[in-house]
C-alpha cells in the first residue's frame, strides 16, 4: 500500500483564536461603515469622503492586527477600540484644520455684488454657506435613517423606578465592555450595559444596584423593555 502523501489544508485562523487574523471579517466590516456613516456630516467631512474614510479605518486596522492578542482582550473589544481611536483622531485633525488662522476670513469684508454695491460678506451667507463655511454636510433623508437604525441596533432600555442616577454612565459603560469581553455583539452588549445602567439608578449609590452578571441577564429576561 502506498503511503498517503496528500497534505491537509492548512487551517485558516479565526478571528478569536490565539492567532492574529490576517483579514477583517464581518464585524470589522460593520463597524466601519458605522463609523464612517457618523462622521459623515461632522465639522470637515462631506458625503464624498464617506468611502475615503472606510478606507483609512480599515488601512488601520489592518496596519495594527499583528498587535491583537486574544489573552488580553476580546477581538471585538481591539476592533471596537482601534476603529474608535482612529476616527477621533481624524476628527481632531479635521477640527484642528479648520481653527488654522490663516484660512479664515471675516464676515465683515465688504465685497461688490453688482447693482447694489458693496455689502458685508455676512449679508450674502445662506445655509449652504455657512455649512461649507464650518465644514458641514447635513445629512440626508436616507442617512439620517441608517443613523437611527444604528441607535435603535443599540438596544432597547429597561423600565425601573429611578432612585440615584449617580454613575449610570459609568455602569452601563462597564456592562457593555463586560458584554463585548463575553463575546457578546455589540446590541447584546449594549442591552447589557442598559441593564446595568438600570440596576444602578434603581438603588441609592452607584453600585449598590448591581447584579453579578448571571442574575443581570435573569433580571433582562424578567424586565419590562421600553423601546
Known amino acids: 500500500m502506498k503511503p498517503d502523501t496528500r497534505q491537509s489544508p492548512t487551517p485558516q485562523p479565526h478571528p478569536h483564536s490565539s492567532a492574529s487574523p490576517k483579514q477583517l ?14 462622521l459623515v456630516g461632522r465639522p470637515g467631512f462631506t458625503r464624498s469622503d464617506r468611502d475615503d474614510i472606510e478606507q483609512e479605518l480599515a488601512l488601520k486596522l489592518l496596519k ?6 486574544p489573552g488580553e482582550a476580546h477581538w471585538h473589544v481591539f476592533v471596537t477600540t482601534v476603529v474608535e481611536r482612529y476616527a477621533a483622531s481624524l476628527l481632531r485633525d479635521k477640527r484642528a484644520e479648520k481653527r488654522d488662522h490663516r484660512r479664515a476670513t471675516s464676515l465683515h469684508v465688504l465685497i461688490e455684488t453688482g447693482d447694489n454695491g458693496p455689502v458685508e ?3 450674502t451667507v445662506g445655509r449652504r454657506e455657512q455649512d461649507a463655511r464650518l465644514g458641514r ?31 449610570a454612565g459609568d455602569c452601563f459603560a462597564g456592562g457593555f465592555l463586560a458584554g463585548l469581553m463575553r463575546g457578546m455583539n455589540l446590541e447584546e452588549a449594549a442591552r447589557l450595559g442598559n441593564a446595568s445602567g438600570a440596576l444602578s ?21 424578567a424586565a419590562q423593555v421600553v423601546s
Open 25 to 38: 471579517d464581518a464585524f470589522a466590516a460593520r463597524l466601519i461603515r458605522r463609523k464612517a456613516r457618523q
Open 64 to 69: 495594527q492586527l499583528s498587535a491583537f492578542d
Open 121 to 123: 460678506l455676512a449679508e
Open 137 to 167: 454636510d447635513p445629512r440626508s433623508d436616507e442617512e439620517r435613517a441608517q443613523l437611527a437604525g444604528d441607535v435603535a441596533d443599540q438596544g432597547a432600555g429597561f423600565r425601573v423606578d429611578a432612585v440615584d442616577t449617580t454613575g
Open 201 to 221: 439608578v434603581s438603588r441609592l449609590g452607584s453600585v449598590v444596584g448591581l447584579l453579578p452578571f448571571d442574575a443581570t441577564i435573569e433580571w433582562m429576561r
